[in-house]
């Protein structure tokens, strides 16, 4: 006799039993197309350099660049985004709106050597500033602080050099309040009104950026960044309140950071704003700890990074940045 389930009638196990109908009946894709490799371009910087906290990355010269971005031509990605790594640092982060910047020549570069390949530039100022912030410091109230409206009008200016080095689409990461609406105003002031702009929207305060911090050398000088990314315990509904301001003010994708530990976070921003292209940062620390786990002979690398990219899809995400979009491509072939 069936029981009330349906069983034996019902047997959810055929679905699984042929390999040929698991793969009939799967509804989440994952291509190399979806997925945005980061890269670090180091001023200065003789051939490539590993990053000791993140196996198998580099901070690249520009040269180096050059022959990665040729490597990565045929193999189908989404895109690039670039992070730069200045010759010097000062408090106000200049270098970030030199025409002569780090990431500005890495964006000539990119252009020239994958004319076909997207390329996006994040804006920001903590790998440019001496103070390791993201963007330009005072005190307030004695306590010093980033000044979010002094900011604003830099990072519009970051965006318009990145823009006219070759950017094909504007990250900015910093999480200033109306960043995204300044930018969008120097942008098209400037003629560039149909350059994109991926808003890092959601972008909480995460320990997962550790690595990160010594591949871009970006280590926030004194204190943390809790006044300006968001608290991890914070009411999910604040980050729907991010990308609704973000959108407002003209962000055209928009971005949760990390992602594994914020899938809950794609998945309402998704269901909340279900034509907006969404991107998940698969961040340094998620990368990390896979390798150091890999190494060991703990777990396996390639199944264990293409289950988590498949899970931050299934989650809701279009478009991943990922450490693992080079290699992704290749097994995904
Ligand atoms: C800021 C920025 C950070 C990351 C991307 N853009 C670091 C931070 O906010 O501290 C982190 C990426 C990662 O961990 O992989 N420019």
Redesign the pocket.
Same mark, same amino acid.
């Given at each position: 006799m069936p029981d009330s389930s349906g069983f034996p009638t019902t047997r959810l196990r055929r679905l699984r039993y042929l390999p040929q109908v698991r793969q009939l009946v799967r509804s989440t894709r994952l291509a190399p197309s979806d997925l945005i490799y980061?890269l670090f371009v180091k001023a200065g910087g003789r051939g490539r350099e590993e990053i000791a906290s993140m196996p198998g990355q580099f901070q690249l010269s520009l040269e180096e660049l050059d022959r990665e971005m040729t490597e990565l031509a045929g193999l189908g990605l989404g895109g690039v985004i670039l #992070?730069g790594l200045p010759a010097a640092k000062d408090a106000t982060g200049s270098d970030a709106l030199s025409d002569q910047g780090i990431v500005q020549q890495a964006l000539a570069v990119t252009k020239r050597a994958a004319p076909g390949m997207l390329a996006i530039s994040?804006v920001?100022?903590?790998?440019y500033t001496s103070h390791g912030h993201?963007g330009l410091l005072h005190e307030h109230h004695g306590q010093t602080d980033v000044d979010n409206d002094a900011t604003l009008e830099l990072l519009g200016r970051q965006a318009v050099s990145h823009a006219r080095a070759g950017a094909d689409m504007i990250a900015p990461? !910093?999480?200033m309040d109306g960043m995204v609406g300044s930018i969008r105003r120097a942008l098209d002031a400037a003629g560039f009104t149909q350059t994109p702009i991926m808003s +890092?929207a959601a972008?909480y305060a995460?320990a #997962? +950026? !550790?690595? #990160? =911090?010594d591949?871009?050398d970006?280590?926030?000088q004194f204190g943390d =960044?809790r006044s300006y990314?968001m608290d991890p315990a914070s009411d999910p509904g604040q980050a729907l309140r991010e990308v609704e301001l973000d959108l407002a003010e003209g962000a055209d994708l928009i971005m949760v950071?990390?992602a594994l530990a914020y899938l809950d976070i794609l998945r309402s921003v998704r269901d909340r704003f279900p034509g907006v292209p969404l991107a998940a940062?698969?961040?340094? !620390?998620? +990368?990390s700890m896979v390798k150091a786990a890999a190494a060991r002979g703990w777990i396996d690398e390639r199944a264990t990074a293409l289950e988590s990219l498949v899970a931050m899809r299934r989650a809701g995400a279009s478009a991943i940045?990922t +450490?693992w979009a080079k290699d992704a491509a290749r097994w995904l072939a």
């Open positions: 980061p #992070f994040d920001c100022f903590c790998e993201c990461s !910093g999480m +890092y972008k995460s #997962f +950026y !550790g690595p #990160f =911090r591949a871009a970006s280590a926030p =960044r990314q950071k990390p940062y698969n961040v340094s !620390g998620e +990368y940045l +450490y």
